[in-house]
């Protein structure tokens, strides 16, 4: 079991924790707070940067604090997780699942059956439908299987619809389409839902976001759920890339149009990679009323998720514009919310006031509390096995052990901690049912917000670091500064 150790310096905890940076920080609120308070999740990627350990360490901070969904950029993909025949690599992606797990993130999975990133040797048997059914089965079964109950959703097929002005199926460049036919898309729904029967199950594709005119991709899309939907095939969602331009004023609303179409079909719509760049040629040229723009159409998307109660999940294809797929490839750039030196755009104020503006009150949710509210049954965590009797931080008592024990801060407070396992214990005179529990990383940003109930707080969802906890009973506070191992 992690222990956290208490180190009670009364210096510290004025000197750092200084009027200013309790001013500072403790008041604002964090994306992930307000998703969670409406039902929502909100996200980002897990650039490939982050699985080799190669990116600034702002970005996890800041993914861990802001956000509470999370995808892999490419490291779930067929390439990835099966680069040679059965022979499967979950390595990084397990990495990505214990982040989340650690981190309390909802995890997507991203993609099963996709024409792009397939692992060269599948080629090997083009055009053969019955081994091509097999090699599919076979790794939507083993990868779903190894991660059941552990990744909430997946898009199961991604972008098997062609742009033409009259959509229809991909049917060139795509291994399964060309060998199998569109029944592939039926088949890997049907084998994802028997490995994991309880994950979420998406079709996932770019340009749905053009409106729902006869012959668009979205309306093509809209009648493969139908039909879908009449065969018993288990999709629960589709996700619209939406990777657009600052010049695509109108996809807010299409995007929309999109989300009622699917909620009389009982679909959940989820935004799950969208960008808003600029042109690339524009790089260094951009001013304020540029960055306003964006976060213009950054607000209008986030109003439509939060007022169309069909949707769940709002995932932006990025965190910092110092690592975004738009400029490596897409001729595009700066498309996110956090620039390339990590400040927030204004883009992220446009998203928070869109959360503030929709209270928790009138945003309905399309999950279930199960799946807001998951039991904590981590079967790699071993506290569940840990007994009080083994665990002698109970036991011990002021006196005998002055690092673990917690001592009574020196500042006037009537509020006292006790810290048991991964629970913290709040007594004092009005400490035990009122006391706000406030905790922040050393860059002193909040990173974790509760109440007291009945005289404790439930901390097991933060992960391994350093933190200042910041108990406040209304008339006093009391600070540590904590360290998980
Ligand atoms: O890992 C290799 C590395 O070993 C090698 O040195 C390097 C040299 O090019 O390539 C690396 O692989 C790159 C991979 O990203 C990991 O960085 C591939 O070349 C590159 O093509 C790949 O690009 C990804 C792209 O999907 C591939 O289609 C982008 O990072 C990723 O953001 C992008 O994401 C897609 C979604 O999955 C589906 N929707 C569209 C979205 C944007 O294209």
């Known amino acids: 079991m992690k222990k956290f150790q208490f180190f009670s310096r009364f210096a510290l905890g004025t000197a750092f924790l200084s009027a200013t940076f309790l001013n ?62 059965n022979e499967f690599n979950f390595e990084k992606g397990d990495k990505m699942v214990k982040y989340a ?17 397939v692992a060269g040797w599948v080629n090997n048997y083009s055009g053969q439908k019955e081994k091509l059914l097999a090699v599919l089965k076979n790794h939507i079964t083993k990868v779903v299987g190894h991660w059941k109950g552990q990744i909430a959703e997946w898009d199961v097929v991604n972008e098997a619809v062609n742009d033409d002005y009259n959509a229809d199926w991909r049917s060139t460049n795509s291994v399964w389409y060309e060998g199998i036919g569109a029944e592939f898309l039926d088949s890997a729904f049907v084998w994802a839902h028997e490995a994991d029967p309880d994950a979420e199950l998406c079709y996932n594709d770019y340009s749905l976001e053009w409106g729902l005119r006869e012959g668009s991709k979205a309306s093509f899309v809209v009648e493969q759920v139908k039909r879908w939907k009449k065969n018993n095939i288990p999709i629960t969602c589709v996700g619209t890339q939406t990777h657009i331009e600052i010049a695509h004023e109108t996809t807010p609303q299409n995007v929309r149009a999109l989300a009622k179409a699917l909620a009389e079909l009982g679909v959940t719509l989820n935004i799950t990679e969208l960008d808003i760049g600029f042109p690339k040629g524009s790089a260094g040229q951009l001013g304020a009323a540029d960055y306003a723009k964006q976060g213009h159409l950054y607000r209008q998307f986030m109003d439509v998720f939060l007022e169309e109660p069909n949707m769940g999940e709002f995932v932006i294809w990025g965190l910092t514009d110092a690592h975004s797929w738009l400029d490596e490839q897409q001729g595009k750039t700066e498309g996110l919310l956090y620039d390339k030196q990590y400040k927030p755009k ?13 209270p928790a009150s009138e945003v309905k949710t399309p999950y279930p509390d199960s799946i807001l509210n998951p039991p904590k049954t981590n079967p790699k965590d071993t506290t569940a096995k840990d ?3 083994k665990d002698t931080t109970i036991r011990d008592t002021t006196v005998k052990d002055t690092t673990d024990a917690i001592k009574m801060f020196n500042a006037p407070s009537s509020v006292s901690l006790q810290l048991v396992g991964r629970t913290l214990f709040v007594t004092g005179v009005t400490a035990t049912n009122s006391a706000k529990i406030d905790v922040f990383d050393m860059q002193g940003r909040p990173i974790f917000s509760t109440k007291c109930k009945n005289g404790s707080a439930d901390l097991s969802t933060i992960a391994e670091g350093l933190y200042v906890v910041r108990v406040n009973n209304g008339s006093t506070g009391l600070i540590k500064r904590i360290a998980i191992k």
């Open 24 to 85: 500072a920080y403790a008041a604002d609120a964090t994306i992930r707070e307000l998703a969670k308070e409406r039902g929502r999740f909100i996200g980002t990627i897990l650039n490939s940067e982050w699985f080799n350990d190669d990116i600034e360490p702002q970005f996890e901070e800041i993914h861990k604090t802001q956000f509470n969904v999370v995808v892999a950029e490419n490291e779930m993909k067929f390439d990835a997780t099966e680069p040679k025949e």
């Open 101 to 117: 797990q650690a981190n309390g993130l909802r995890v997507r999975g991203h993609a099963l059956a996709w024409h792009s990133q």
């Open 346 to 358: 204004p883009a992220y104020d446009s998203v928070m006031a869109s959360l503030k503006a929709h």
């Open 387 to 389: 007994t009080t009797a």
